[in-house]
């Protein structure tokens, strides 16, 4: 296509001058009386974008409970880092440092500040550590404990549950305000209580007092027992819920969609030593899900 002449061009200009000028607004955008702009619009800064999320940290620290310690995937009632789905250095876990920052960069440059048996009311405490190193990537398992109780009067209540995850958050923020943070759902605790009570020597172990509350008396079947589980289970549902609602408000947070509360942890992904934990192989399987989420292009709708 031809180009205009200089005339032709000058005159192009002179008529949308005119246009714009009836119209009662120029290329900034409307001035008329009443607009929303109003008159100073074209002067005002823009708004600040959506940050873009980094796909590929440099740096990661973890919080949360006996899942992210690896505990009894390597031996009984024990800790076993080495296999955290999170900050391992395990190669048969291929964990979410190693897959991200490899081998030798994982060991020290990841950090796992999770506590067996915490709960979410313990999760500021282990931001405040986390923050300290200003890692690039935080990542929080939490909320299993606060449904695993010696009764269901025991669970922590919704409310606090969410007022306490607010507040981890905020701690984070005092310390590392751009840190990025990846939430997993809470595991289907009924769905391993279905997948372990097939095991005597796991029922053995859960006597012990692990997850009374959805595991204690493992075979009763009857319309208490059925009440008492599925109680749980509507208030995982709620922890999810909240993990998510929260997690969205942070422009720095993604949660897993509930990818962890849906995989079917089968026997293999389960402890072998109290078949409730995952094992190294459900370590693995966690840290596929949490991988997937952190490099996706865009969060999980």
């Not at 990661?60 to 900050?87: H, K, N, Q, Y």
């Not at 509350?213 to 208490?224: K, N, W």
Request: hydrophobic share 40%; net charge positive.
């Amino acid at each position: 296509m031809r180009k205009p002449s200089r005339r032709a061009r000058a005159g192009l200009a002179v008529v949308v001058a005119v246009v714009l000028g009836a119209a009662g607004c120029d290329a900034a955008g409307d001035h008329s009386p009443g607009s929303s702009g109003g008159p100073d619009r074209a002067s005002r800064p823009s708004a600040s974008p959506t940050p873009s999320w980094n796909r590929s940290p440099d740096s990661i620290a973890a919080v949360g409970d006996s899942i992210t310690r690896g505990f009894d995937a390597c031996s009984v009632l024990s800790d076993c880092p080495e296999v955290s789905w999170a900050t391992g250095t395990s190669t048969a876990v291929d964990s979410l440092a190693v897959r991200l920052l490899g081998q030798a960069r994982a060991a020290t440059h990841s950090w796992n500040y999770a506590v067996t048996g915490a709960r979410m009311a313990d999760l500021a405490g282990q931001m405040a550590r986390a923050a300290a190193r200003r890692p690039q990537l935080v990542t929080v398992m939490a909320g299993a404990n606060d449904a695993c109780r010696d009764a269901t009067s025991q669970m922590t209540p919704v409310a606090d549950f969410r007022a306490q995850f607010e507040r981890a958050l905020r701690t984070l923020r005092a310390g590392a305000p751009r840190t990025q943070v990846y939430v997993a759902s809470v595991p289907n605790l009924k769905r391993l209580w279905s997948q372990g009570r097939t095991n005597p020597l796991g029922k053995q172990i859960w006597k012990l007092g692990i997850c009374p509350s959805m595991l204690g008396d493992a075979d009763a079947l009857d319309a208490a027992a059925n009440l008492r589980r599925d109680t749980v289970q509507q208030r995982v549902e709620a922890y999810n819920g909240v993990l998510e609602e929260v997690c969205a408000k942070d422009r720095y947070c993604r949660f897993d969609g509930g990818a962890v509360y849906a995989y079917r942890f089968g026997t293999d992904q389960l402890s072998h030593w109290d078949w409730f934990h995952p094992s190294t192989d459900g370590q693995a399987r966690l840290a596929e899900i949490a991988y997937r989420t952190v490099t996706a292009e865009a969060p999980v709708s």
